[in-house]
């Protein structure tokens, strides 16, 4: 164990950072810079990015190859990480991100290395994953629960479903928001947009995400202002395709394709009238923050993850019907829409915060350190014979 109060951590199973992809990397830059401000040994664990530092914001960085195919890419750079690990000075604490990499845990008990494993949403339920997929993410989320010294839902629906299908605890630790106090107007203009003159969409093409319902639902509405859908579909062609269809002969509908200009998508986000949030598998979404952050007002999916995170603020449909019915109403009084978008920014400074969520992993670190386990609970637990 490290001397003093300072620690060294691991994070271990995603990108890394630079942050530029995910949820996943963006905690990691968020939270790993504010515990090596605080004194901690922060080394994470990077693939693929065109930045080589060593070091990046306060934080040691190991760049490791990956097998370049879909199905295999996570788990060849997690194998090389904890290969990494077992052959350097054991960390008092390891981070290791998505219930995928859960087969490299034993390896790491036998380092003796105290591991958290972040669990994610419900991966199992995404369509991008065919049979066999989907079986194998529903096997490593139980062998993660039997091996991982703690378990990190970043949700309470996350956190109830382990419990629910596993009768274990798992820490709640949520994402943060970042807060756009003044709407950025770069690339706006340039787009033909206008400030609270257009209604959002960002998400990749995927089924569970509902981009081609709040597609469908626009169409079939009376909604004056333009749908900006920002997004592409990296692994259905067909499902593209219908989204295609549905947006062709409308010229509302403007499907922009994807932006990575993190300016420019800051600036899409705070200037909207409405961002339309379709996502239904995942926990604490980095997109629904990040629209909240910006003082957007809500038409989200009806599921639990979402109303909790909005705290039942905004609109949320079920079906295209819904959709036309609240793009209209939030049309109809755009004073309206604006408070409830206020409300929601409120919601991110004070319920989201990027320095709380380095508190929690900061304090379960330390914890860890310390021989914190629920592995002696979790060790023989079974998923239960109720579906969720």
């Given amino acids: 164990m490290s001397k003093g109060n300072a620690l060294t951590i691991a994070m271990v199973g995603t990108r890394g ?7 996943f990397e963006t905690a990691i830059e968020e939270v790993g810079r504010r515990l090596a401000e605080r004194g901690h040994d922060v080394v994470v664990y990077t693939r693929g990015s ?15 190859p990956a097998v370049p195919v879909k199905q295999v890419e996570t788990l060849s750079h997690t194998g090389l990480s904890t290969l990494h690990l077992m052959f350097r000075r054991r960390p008092d604490a390891t981070f290791v991100f998505n219930a995928a990499n859960s087969p490299f845990l034993p390896l790491l008990r036998l380092r003796r290395a105290r591991t958290a494993l972040h669990m994610d949403g419900l991966e199992w339920r995404r369509s991008k994953w065919g049979p066999r997929g989907k079986a194998y993410y529903r096997w490593a989320e139980q062998f993660g629960v ?7 839902a970043d949700a309470p629906g996350i956190a109830d479903y382990y419990a629910h299908q596993f009768g274990v605890p798992t820490e709640l630790i949520r994402y943060g928001a970042p807060i756009l106090d003044e709407a950025p107007a770069r690339g706006v203009s340039e787009l033909g947009l206008e400030p609270d003159g257009y209604h959002l ?17 626009y169409r079939d509405s009376d909604a004056t202002l333009p749908l900006v859908v920002v997004g592409s579909a990296p692994y259905s062609a067909e499902y593209t395709q219908e989204i295609q269809r549905l947006a062709d002969g409308d010229d509302r509908i403007r499907l922009v394709g994807g932006v990575y200009d993190q300016e420019l998508l800051d600036a899409l986000y705070a200037n909207a009238l409405t961002y339309v949030h379709g996502h239904s598998v995942g926990g604490t979404n980095p997109s629904l923050l990040r629209a909240m952050g910006a003082g957007t007002a809500v038409i989200g999916f009806d599921v639990a993850f979402n109303r909790e995170v909005l705290d039942d603020d905004g609109w949320f449909f079920a079906d295209a019907g819904d959709v036309a019915e609240h793009v209209t109403a939030a049309e109809s009084d755009p004073a309206e829409t604006r408070e409830i978008g206020a409300r929601a920014r409120e919601r991110a400074r004070s319920t989201f915060r990027w320095e709380g969520v380095a508190d929690a992993y900061e304090q379960l670190a330390r914890r860890l350190s310390e021989g914190h386990s629920v592995h002696r609970v979790a060790r023989r637990s079974r998923r239960s014979a109720q579906e969720w």
């Fill in 17 to 23: 950072v630079p942050a530029a992809y995910g949820g």
């Fill in 146 to 152: 039997r091996t991982a010294d703690a378990l990190i």
């Fill in 201 to 217: 969409v960002v998400a990749r093409f995927e089924p569970e995400n509902h981009v081609r319902e709040i597609v469908q639902g």
């Fill in 50 to 64: 065109e930045r080589r530092e060593k070091e990046y914001l306060g934080m040691r960085v190991v760049h490791l």
